[in-house]
T-cell receptor, first 114, second 114 residues
Framework: GQQLNQSPQSMFIQEGEDVSMNCTSS?????WLWYKQDPGEGPVLLIA?????ELTSNGRLTAQFGITRKDSFLNISASIPSDVGIYFC??????????????FGKGTHLIIQP | NAGVMQNPRHLVRRRGQEARLRCSPM?????VYWYRQLPEEGLKFMVY????????ESGMPKERFSAEFPKEGPSILRIQQVVRGDSAAYFC????????????FGNGTRLTVT
């Protein structure tokens, strides 16, 4: 199945800094989703995007659905220690995720240095 | 409102044994998805089911793996004659409808084959 290209693979930042990560695909998706996964837990939905060009915020998180429908980014402002974790992008549609299931990126590990 | 419930959380099997993983979707959700996650990897789609029907099993190995979602009771992912390469975290997700509906994940079953 197809995978999304998610970058960066990992980020080492200072508390209070802003964070930016993105995903790109060679195929179009109908929905973009961003999840966060903590160790030993399942992914938790952060933001869902349904329209090309859509910009959506959830507290300190902001995500956009690229106009070409082949990319998305996630920004986190003023990072705090509990932001540590693995962030996954996921596309939903016709691109190998299985009948409207999800195709996932490989994740961005966010590490916050004290 | 209970989330997606998976059990067991951890499962240890010897090579050649059978593994049964259970998933109860969120209340009101009739669409169930199974994903597999290897260390340091994103989630890979395996199978998509609605009540009593397998809709898409394109991500599932052809042999030893099967899934069901009966009219009553949880969805079951069954792995026969497990091998070491089956060791992974298996996540179940559910949604209330097929399109424009984010998937909500359980906390997974971590299968270890010794």
């Amino acid at each position: 199945g197809q995978q999304l290209n998610q970058s960066p693979q990992s980020m080492f930042i200072q508390e209070g800094e802003d964070v930016s990560m993105n995903c790109t695909s060679s195929s179009i998706f109908n929905t973009w989703l961003w999840y966060k996964q903590d160790p030993g837990e399942g992914p938790v939905l952060l933001i869902a995007l349904y329209k090309a060009g859509e910009l959506t915020s959830n507290g300190r998180l902001t995500a956009q659905f690229g106009i070409t429908r082949k990319d998305s980014f996630l920004n986190i402002s003023a990072s705090i220690p509990s932001d540590v974790g693995i962030y996954f992008c996921a596309g939903q549609g016709d691109s190998g995720g299985g009948a409207d299931g999800l195709t996932f990126g490989k994740g961005t590990h966010l590490i916050i240095q004290p | 409102n209970a989330g997606v419930m998976q059990n067991p959380r951890h499962l240890v099997r010897r090579r050649g044994q059978e593994a049964r993983l259970r998933c109860s979707p969120m209340k009101g959700h009739s669409h169930v998805y199974w994903y597999r996650q290897l260390p340091e990897e994103g989630l890979k789609f395996m199978v998509y089911l609605q009540k009593e029907n397998i809709i898409d099993e394109s991500g599932m190995p052809k042999e030893r793996f099967s899934a069901e979602f009966p009219k009553e009771g949880p969805s079951i992912l069954r792995i026969q004659q497990v091998v070491r390469g089956d060791s992974a975290a298996y996540f179940c997700a559910s949604s209330p409808r097929r399109v424009q509906s984010p998937l909500h994940f359980g906390n997974g079953t971590r299968l270890t084959v010794t």
